[in-house]
């Protein structure tokens, strides 16, 4: 698609891969809600080697604990327990949005500099890419793993590209006037990420709404949501400003609610199952947010056409047409 | 008397336009109109009709069809059957259609202005000169984007049979901004006009007729809300584009929710006219005669809360008055008429009630003493100063020739001012200095800022607002 300047006829285009996308399938996640407690028979097998790695919420720039004190389990491919994540609620989510508010200044630093800092990212993954697969192929196998890492640090690189060249337009009406299109950022914005990539479904949505000056509440995938340490990290690392992206562990459905009625979320954007996308749009409809849903579709994350682009970037601002006077 | 002086005392005599063109038309079809369905007219399946009145006289103009839900399902029917073919038709076949339909409006463009006037009350002026030149605007350059279609969105398909619900306030214009981008990219329509305002809409319909734009590809059903309703519920409806109230958009939202059709809003709004110290005066005076007084203030994006810088309130607020004593109220057919009629009773008494309740929470009410006509249905352009920014009638929508002005200190205070209610349609920046029009601007939050100007419209500019004033750019 090009310019956002045909904004109004863009509303009455899908894409054709989308409208023809085919059901996700089922959920196989074993973590999380899905999961069946098992407690009893899943031993986590310590390594003695090994240290337990603790991962936290991530809010304001911070690793927080959780509110509920609760913790909930991850489990591997062949149901073993990978580690434990916190079980967020309603008031870390607040907080969250709290976070996000206040690092409302991202949507004026210059696109240069949000560019430079995603290239940053690019760099930090790029260098820690044989562990961040590792440890993601406990989830998700080595195959799948490596890929994720690999279209990861690309992805990133798209929209490090992005941030400075997603632009208005200048609209030349019948008027001693121009109306100057500008593609501004929408907010704050409430992101359930994929459950079946956990790492590449993350970046895809969040870097999107990050390039272009939207601070993030974000939801990792359930399936393996122990990324959130990977992904924090990355950030730190990386002169991403506290507060700009937000991770939020705990079951989407209930997580996913609090973001959709939240008043001062400007945009949900929801790619699980059906049942979450009409959720998404069903519990913002006291406050009318943009809603924003793979509907339920299946998206191949690892296509460039699928997983990236104007078609992210589009539904990540809004055009706000100024008109001046011009000319004679 | 001097030649200045005589100019000063001049009076207007009536300048009625002829109706009778339209009037004509009207009989043509006995007054008495079927819904619009797959190329036809059709009798509504329940047999029931409502009258459309004219609100400058109450009389009655032509009985309309009640659209049931079987009239719906017809409809949806139509467009869906029709809608293979309308897409595979080659981009340059679908804009020869849509230019014919650009053509056809401005050929009959003065009947289709009497028609609006007389359907929905506003002054003839508006309607011969704003309305329906903006109609075959919007047609030309969609006409242009079919064409453009397949070298400017690749890869991008139409959503199927779209449902578009439309107001009353703009009713031909709104109807050009729904239709016009949906045939352009290959959809098929059902579209519902407002209660008030369905005799252009029908008009239209005769001309998709004669331009032998296939059968199905448009379909006008009219009704009440609960055709609205039925249309908005149907299964085999792709996309919603609803443009109306915030409080139909929320049902609207709720009753889609649990479905994949695609929902564009575009709902009320309450937006801010801010005039700084510098503004030019006299033109923001102009500016806000037609922000606020424009079609009697039922426009979304009038610009019904007035914020002024203190150092300019008392002057400017003169400058008002004494514009507001040559506005002049009365049958809008009247080519020198200002403000024509409110739409419908039910408008007409909202407006009194929130003018009441505004003056009960504080606000100084002015009216000018305006010849005001003996019947139909009239509000005088009403001036509430003092208005306190939490009171009813600086955060709710009147949609009534209603001013309410508060006043500020510095730009980041008319920022905070001008932000301060649940919507965000539009703006106006009235100010000489590029730095601090621009810099207010950059941090108001609506879809459209006018500086220097307001209520200006394009087909070439997405049209849409922030928050709850809805989402989509859309038209």
Known sequence: MAATAKADTAAYLEPTWFKNAPALPAAK??????????????????????IDRTVKLYIGGKQARPDSGYSMEVRGRNREILGEVPLGNRKDIRNAVEAARKASGWAKTTAHNRAQILFYMAENLSQRRDEVAHRLSHAVGEAQASAEVNSGIERIFSYAAWADKFDGAVHNPPFRNIAIAMNEPIGTVGIICPQEVPLLGFLSLVLPVVAVGNTVIAVPSETYPLVTGDLYQLFDTSDLPGGVVNIVTGYSSQLLKVLAEHDDVDAIWCFADEASAFAAKSFSTGNLKQVFTNEGRAIDWFDVKQGEGRWFLHHATQVKNIWVPYGE | MSIAEKFAAMEYGPALEDAKEALTW????????????????????????FDTTDPSTGDKLASVAQGSPADIDAAVKAARAAFPKWQSLTPHTRARYMYALARQVQKHSRRLAVLETLDNGKPIRESRDLDIPLVARHFYHHAGWAQLLPQEFPDYTACGVVGQIIPWNFPLLMLAWKIAPALATGNTVVLKPAEFTPLTALAFAEICHEIGLPAGVVNIVTGDGSTGEALVKHPDVDKIAFTGSTEVGRAIRSATAQSHKRLSLELGGKSPFIVFEDADLDSAVEGLVDGIWLNQGQVCCAGSRLLMQESIAEPLIAKIRERMVTLRVGPPLDKAIDIGAIVAPVQLERIQRLVNQGIAEGATCWQPQTEMPSRGLYFPPT????????????????????????????????????????????????????????????????????????NLFDASCGFGGYRESGYGRVS
Request: charged share 15%.
């Open chain 2, 26 to 49: 009207l009989d043509q079809h006995s007054r008495r109109f079927g819904h619009f369905i797959n190329g036809t007219w059709l009798e509504p399946s329940a047999g029931e009709y």
């Open chain 1, 29 to 50: 996640s074993i973590s999380g809600e899905n999961a069946n407690s098992e407690r009893q028979i899943a031993n986590p097998a310590l390594d003695p080697t090994e």
């Open chain 2, 383 to 454: 001036l509430l100063s003092n208005v306190h920014p939490t009171s009813m009638v600086a955060q709710q929508e009147i949609f009534g020739p209603v001013l309410a002005a508060m006043t500020f200190r510095t730009p980041s205070e008319a920022v905070e001012l001008a932000n301060n209610t649940a919507y965000g349609l539009a703006a106006c920046v009235w100010s000489e200095s590029i730095n601090v029009a621009l810099h207010v601007s950059a941090q108001l939050k609506a879809g459209v800022v006018w500086v220097n100007c307001t």
